[in-house]
């Protein structure tokens, strides 16, 4: 809060933020750090905010009308009369007002300047949205550094012994509060024997964790119970019962599923929990407790709802996500037509049908990873092997379009795990296939990719899955590539191509010309790759081929990038140029892959022989990004160069 009266300064500061983030301590500080400004006084006022009697209206101003020299005979007997002697003074006096712990817009109104010399410094939990005029300054958790640093001076000179990895590790896992910072760095100055190394293993467990933030009278629970008070019921429950959700954050959706209430209401309920600082939102909508407040908040659940409350709970949130991540898998299958919605759950969110298109699937899939793992790793636990598989197999399609996701390998082996528990030989080898794929793009471990794929075209020729025989053909091919052994390798892919012709699965069998083309690229047998990707591009482009518009879009763009190589190292680089434009075109939601990034790189060397110099750099630097992203490190630092030195 500025002490200077230029134009602009704001009259009203307003300081928010959640439990002990510390706001009363930060305005106590800015106004001893401006008091100079203000000759006339510095006011305190405690609202009370968080209590069940916030400090009334007329008590607040009796008590500043009285800072203000007004004596008690003299205050006028209403609200209105004593708030116009008071602004009336304000006007006249350089003073600055501080009022703590506000409960609400109507509390704070009447206790605001109308103009005039005065400045006001407001704290509260709630945002406080409906004031105008005000300067707003949201406090949040402090950053490591930053945490550290105020521990290690809470205990002293105790933090030589003490170590500052031990000393980091506490302030991490005080989730950048400084109230729980406090509280931590009170414990061990009270107690000098303890070691921050012992206090920092007890707080590791989080079954423990909450009841270890209490020192003296300072507890942290207390200070998120008195926000936990404000809510209505409805709130409270979506509160609490959030806390079985396996990821960091959710959507208005998983919450009106988890507090078993309509999207709308659910709406309603985050909106009063953001409020009041016991969940952050984000532009995105999505909505994430801290970490102190996730364990407060299970806290309550064990507390207000019985074991058998809880368990239906975990039940159906647990359901709803497999349920939805299956139907949104669904969505990136080579069939055409929409995927039936497994669940009501997101019926009249923002007024449209849940899901409604790819994009959507793809969004809600990326957003919520955490938690759709999440419920796939409690229902694997719970050995509910029919959900789980089903799961992991509406992946399959869709995993090609985030190559590098991290938790596809996971995914699909605990498909795996499922299938073998049903004794479903024929689905257990469609999940070593997928999980071969992984090894072939992410590890790129050659040995497990052949391991994974002779086991399942075992089980395979066990069960007669004739479509997995091929797909283990399919899925090898990548390990033969990385070990050299190329005429295996097109061998695979070969046989996998015309079992799936064969078949009449015209998407997988596009799949497997796309691995012969890179094989006989690799070979130097240019002709014949142009041979097998031309024929995909023509699948691709035809009528009738049986694929939804965007895998044969998907189809396309990967059969283009070893086409326009094929065609660069035959010297035919206007052609080139053209496949491989196509092949990296911005726009399409793809994650970042090799493929990708190679034809990058190539795209990039012959705009660059074509004296396209711009052009050349733009494309070099995309390569350079994607690189970095997939950790290529030696390719990104390559490219940049490259880039650097374009014309």
């Given at each position: ?11 009203v ?5 959640s ?8 305005a106590?500080?800015?106004a ?35 800072a203000?020299?007004v ?32 409960a ?27 004031l ?31 170590g ?28 000098p ?30 200070a ?16 609490r019962?959030?806390?079985?959700v396996?990821?960091r ?13 309509s ?8 909106d ?21 407040v ?9 507390r ?71 419920a ?38 605990l ?76 061998a695979s892919?070969?046989r ?7 078949l ?64 660069a ?6 052609e ?12 399409e ?22 004296d ?36």
């Amino acid at each position: 809060m500025r002490s200077d009266l230029g134009p602009g300064v704001a009259v009203v500061g307003l300081v928010t933020g959640s439990a002990g983030l510390g706001k009363t301590t930060f305005a106590v500080r800015a106004a001893h750090a401006v008091r100079r400004g203000f000759p006339d006084g510095v006011f305190f006022v405690d609202l009370f905010g968080m209590s069940q009697r916030p400090l009334p209206v007329d008590d607040a101003l009796a008590l500043l009308l009285g800072a203000l020299g007004v004596a008690a005979r003299q205050v006028p007997a209403g609200t209105h009369g004593r708030a116009s002697l008071y602004r009336s003074l304000l006007r006249e006096r350089r003073v600055l007002v501080l009022l703590d712990n506000a409960a609400s817009e109507e509390q704070v109104r009447p206790l605001l300047p109308a103009g005039g010399a005065a400045r006001v410094l407001v704290t509260s939990r709630r945002l406080l949205s409906g004031l105008e005029g005000v300067r707003r300054l949201v406090l949040g958790p402090l950053q490591l550094p930053e945490a550290t640093e105020l521990l290690t001076g809470i205990v002293g000179e105790r933090s030589v012994t003490d170590g500052e990895p031990a000393l980091t590790r506490l302030a991490q896992l005080c989730g950048g509060l400084p109230l729980a910072l406090r509280i931590i760095g009170n414990r061990l100055v009270s107690r000098p024997d303890w070691g921050a190394d012992e206090l920092a293993r007890r707080l590791a467990d989080e079954e423990r964790r909450l009841e270890q933030f209490r020192a003296g009278d300072l507890k942290i629970a207390n200070a998120f119970g008195m926000s936990y008070e404000q809510l209505a019921p409805a709130a409270r429950r979506i509160f609490r019962r959030l806390a079985v959700v396996p990821g960091r954050d959710v959507d208005a959706a998983l919450a009106a599923v988890a507090g078993g209430t309509s999207a709308e209401d659910a709406w309603d309920a985050l909106d009063d929990l953001v409020d009041l600082g016991l969940l952050q939102d984000t532009a995105e909508g999505r909505y994430r407790f801290h970490d102190l407040v996730r364990l407060f908040a299970r806290d309550r659940l064990q507390r207000e709802e019985t074991a058998a409350e809880r368990a239906a709970l975990a039940e159906r949130t647990t359901s709803w996500l497999l349920r939805t991540a299956t139907a949104a898998g669904a969505w990136f299958g080579p069939a055409d037509g929409r995927p039936e919605v497994p669940d009501a759950g997101l019926a009249g969110l923002a007024g449209h049908a849940p899901l409604a298109s790819a994009e959507e699937a793809d969004e809600w899939l990326r957003a919520g990873a955490d938690n759709w793992l999440g419920a796939l790793r409690l229902a694997a636990e719970g050995g509910r092997h029919t959900e789980v598989l089903d799961c992991a197999e509406s992946m399959g399609w869709y995993s090609e379009r985030w190559v590098h996701g991290p938790h596809w390998n996971e995914v699909f082996t605990l498909g795996a795990m499922a299938a073998a528990a049903l004794g479903d030989h024929g689905r257990h080898a469609a999940q070593l296939n997928q999980v071969a794929w992984v090894h072939g793009v992410q590890t790129l471990d050659a040995e497990a990719v052949l391991r994974c794929t002779a086991e399942a075209m075992d089980l395979a020729a066990r069960s007669g899955a004739t479509a997995q025989i091929a797909w283990a053909h399919c899925r090898a091919v990548p390990g033969y590539r990385l070990l050299g052994r190329l005429d295996e390798a097109a061998a695979s892919a070969s046989r996998a191509a015309e079992m799936f012709k064969g078949l009449g699965d015209t998407r997988a069998y596009c799949s497997s010309l796309v691995n012969l083309g890179f094989c006989r690229r690799d070979q130097g047998r240019h002709e014949e790759a142009l041979e097998s990707l031309r024929e995909v591009v023509a699948l691709a482009g035809a009528a009738g081929s049986g694929m939804t518009p965007g895998t044969a879009a998907f189809v396309r763009r990967h059969a283009l990038a070893p086409l326009g190589g094929s065609l660069a190292l035959l010297g035919r680089r206007a052609e080139a140029v053209e496949a491989l434009t196509e092949a990296t075109a911005p726009g399409e939601r793809l994650d970042p892959s090799h493929w990708q990034a190679d034809a990058l790189e190539q795209l990039a060397a012959l705009l660059a022989e074509e004296d396209r110099g711009a052009e050349s750099r733009l494309a070099y630097e995309r390569a350079a990004l994607m690189f970095e992203t997939l950790g290529d490190a030696d390719a990104h630092r390559r490219c940049a160069a490259r880039a650097t030195a374009a014309p």
